[in-house]
């Protein structure tokens, strides 16, 4: 049975008790409107037989119990709750959540706290979630993680399940990379780990969806292409889905008889008047203060206007135990008393503020007799009350929007203004409410057609099947990881073989990455491993590598093994001398070099590094982006210059370098089979050059690559650490015999 798990903070309704009676109320905001719309609208998942919500409930097990009993419950779907401890719980909402994430992301910076114990309490409460998931997980569901209070769960539910199919998103603005390093080091990893946790990561724009693999290159420093990420063996995918609304019911509300009453009583109410309407939770992202300003700058230059315009301005109460919303309040209140005390007349009053909750009947009533939507945050995910707007409007209707809003990037029609800008703000009202009904029409019904064509159901549609496209398309890129059994069935071929041949290159296989390549030198446990390994004379050892000849010299000369410098331009067969493999005159250096040069002095942490017959540029110490723009323009450089002569590029790990042609891997790895004539052979590599030597030998060796990523290797081992332990098991594996 296929079964879908919504996963966010909270539950889509509060229970509230008071004495004996209980009352089950809808929470508000945006996140919870979206996903009720989608699990309401049940036609386009017929593909799932089951729905879940999981999330945390405020109330007591007793209470939950209680008002199911009652039948209070919403049957539409199944409910897993959480329940959490209190004081935990407050430091992960009310503390990292809402005043470490939420401003950060805002671009608030400075209203950013930073406190350990709530990071900590954030960690908990993820974790919990993930307890939680576990205990009803089935395999073959498929989850869906919401939001930034839950940016930790992905990577922890793919620990408990690692096929499971994950999805995330979020819905506040994904902010650049300069905004995210601000956050500790261990919490900004943590959190973008947390997220690749995913199989797919929707945000709701473009910019959102760069912002978040750059800071992935730049943080994490995982590969990337287009908008996949490749991150712990797994191609993870990146998109963007603006979230939509449920077009139909606002439309449906306009006959409403509920509705229609409302609407016409309030027409009664203001006739003469032009009506500007907002709504928004109390929140400093908002630009609350901002869009009062803009419309006293308004009825200050417009003086012909007063009496004939009024604001209706709704806050809906939010986060009230969070001092920066208690102060924000406040100001807002004086603010409005401000501009009533200064602009009213005996018969009218510019602003009516109403700080309550609103009915649904009564919000759609306002948005239709609104005749100017003013619609101004300073920053905001998307923001749904701007398209819900729009699909009120019967015959008239013009939004103001604030383009800093996810929402200006879908609603083009709308008048966009920069919300901080009070004269921008106060003539995009100037123009609202003179602009001609057929202009305003004209606006709408392009905006009308878009919202209704990609609603919640297709927005979340579109994720649900993006989702188990992004997982098939994953099972087909997996790579064969060496699991035990397949282990044991070659020890076995190895403890059998008489004369064996064992291949290993060095960088990224034997020896870690470094900063600089003078710094990979060997450690004991390597030495000691190869000894061990010469030790048994049916092995013959190679360690074929892109070094030069000193360096093998100096770092592995005194072992009894064969060794391979630069691709194979010079080789040391087992306890003989070195032999140069070719024969041109490394002159050609000259001619590449400038070239190489120019590029090392554009392209900040990139340096060269000669050897006998090869040149190298490597990047991997440059800004990721730079660095392989960099290098694009000087592989195109080098080919040309390097067309009809005997040279060849070779596209490396973070390195571009240039060589004579026939000198490779594959070419040098055939020369020694040749002379060796092995009847066991083994080959590990992690780099593209190794590629060569596991397409040569496929079919007659066992060939292993080191790390994640396509690969012609028969096997692959994730991560250089595990490298040395297995080669310790064939030591062993004779060992054990003799
Ligand atoms: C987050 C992101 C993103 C509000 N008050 C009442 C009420 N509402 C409903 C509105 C609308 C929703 O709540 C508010 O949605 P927004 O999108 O404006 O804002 P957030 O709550 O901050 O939501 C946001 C969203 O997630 C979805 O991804 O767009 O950017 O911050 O649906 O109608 N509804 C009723 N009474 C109210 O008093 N009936």
Sequence with gaps: MKRLLIVSNRLPFNIEKNGEEMVVRQSSGGLVSAIKGCFESNEEHGHFEEKMWIGSLESTPEDWQDANNRGLIPPDFSITPLFTPKEVYEKYYNGFSNSTIWPLFHYFPSLVQYHRDCYEAYYKINRLFAEKISEVYQPGDVIWVHDYQLMLLPQMLRERFPDAIIGFFLHIPFPSYEIIRLLPTEWKINILRGILGADLIGFHTHDYVQHFIHSTKMILRVDTQFNTIQFNNRLIKVDLFPIGIEYQKFRKAITDDVVVNISTSLEHRFIGQKIIFSVDRLDYTKGLNYRLKGFEEFLERHPEWREKVVFIFNIIPSRDLIPEYISRRKEIQEQVSSINGRYSTLHWQPLIYRYNHLGFEELCALYQSADVALITPLRDGMNLVAKEYIASCIDKGVLILSELTGAASELNEALLVNPTDSTEVANAIYEALTMPLIEQRSRLSYMQRRIAEYNVSKWSNDFLTELLGAKSEQQKQKVNLLDKDELASILEDYRRSEKRCILLDYDGTLAPFQKLPVLATPGDDVIDLLNAMCHDE???????????????????????????????????????????????????????????????????????????????????????????????????????????????????????????????????????????????????????????????????????????????????????????PLLQKFVQETEVVH
């Design 538 to 724: 049916r092995n013959h050892v190679v360690i074929i590598s892109g070094r030069d000849v000193e360096t093998l010299e100096k770092w592995l000369g005194a072992l009894p093994v064969t060794l391979v410098a630069e691709h194979g331009a010079c080789i040391r067969y087992k306890n003989e001398k070195w032999v140069e493999q070719v024969s041109a005159t490394p002159e050609w250096k000259d001619q590449i070099r400038p070239l190489l040069e120019l590029f090392s002095s554009r392209c900040v942490g990139s340096f060269i590094e000669e050897k006998r017959n090869t040149l190298a540029w490597h990047y991997r110490n440059t800004h990721p982006d730079l660095g392989f723009i960099r290098s694009r323009e000087l592989r195109n450089s080098l080919m040309q210059l390097t067309a009809n002569t005997p040279l060849q590029v070779i596209d490396g790990n973070k390195v571009l370098e240039v060589r004579l042609v026939g000198i490779d891997k594959g070419a040098t790895c055939q020369k020694i089979m040749a002379r060796l004539e092995p009847d066991f052979t083994l080959c590990l590599g992690d780099d593209t050059t190794d590629e060569d030597m596991f397409r040569l030998l496929r079919d007659t060796a066992y060939t292993i690559k080191i790390g994640s990523g396509s690969t012609a290797a028969e096997y692959t081992v994730l991560s250089q650490t595990e490298v040395v």
